[in-house]
């Protein structure tokens, strides 16, 4: 059986895979944090891990926190507004505690024009969908929502998304 906390890898690794330059995630986690270090290792890619709970986000950082793997504590997700000034080739979401996903469309339109493509998990939760297709979606020219498996994934990007297995 699929593991819905991991639905999201095959979008975020497609579009991981079809760009070579910086990869933003905001929100840490067991399943997205691991598999990004893990492919921009080789190349020492540059990856900014954003999260809004201390202790959770410490947890990653004492163990994959590198020169070109940073990780930033921001309790409201405030430093969000000048991450989105600068250029990424993805931008992955999957924050907000409470109730989750509630601040994932306002976060994914801030990048609008600063990422190639913009993946956010849980996008068939009724805190997450409709405020992604409502905020962000209509910013991009390109956009899938990649079904196969429990807890949908929305790619949103500046370029055709790439084919996501």
Request: net charge negative; hydrophobic share 40%.
């Amino acid at each position: 059986m699929w593991d819905p906390w991991g639905s999201h890898l095959p979008a975020l690794i497609a579009c991981a895979s079809a760009t070579d330059g910086p990869i933003l995630e905001v929100g840490v986690g067991y399943y997205s944090t691991p598999i990004l270090h893990a492919l921009c290792q080789g190349s020492e890619r540059r990856l900014m891990s954003v999260d809004e709970d201390l202790d959770f986000a410490e947890n990653f950082k004492s163990t994959y926190a590198r020169p070109w793997h940073g990780f930033t504590y921001s309790p409201d997700y405030a430093v969000l507004a000048d991450l989105a000034k600068e250029q990424w080739s993805v931008v992955f979401i999957d924050n907000g505690k409470s109730p989750p996903g509630a601040r994932r469309g306002a976060d994914a339109a801030l990048f609008a024009r600063s990422a190639t493509f913009v993946v956010v998990h849980d996008h068939d939760l009724i805190e997450t969908g409709p405020d992604v297709d409502r905020l962000a979606r209509p910013l991009f020219p390109h956009s899938f929502v990649h079904s196969r498996y429990p807890n949908a994934t929305i790619v949103m990007g500046n370029a055709p998304i790439p084919e996501i297995p």
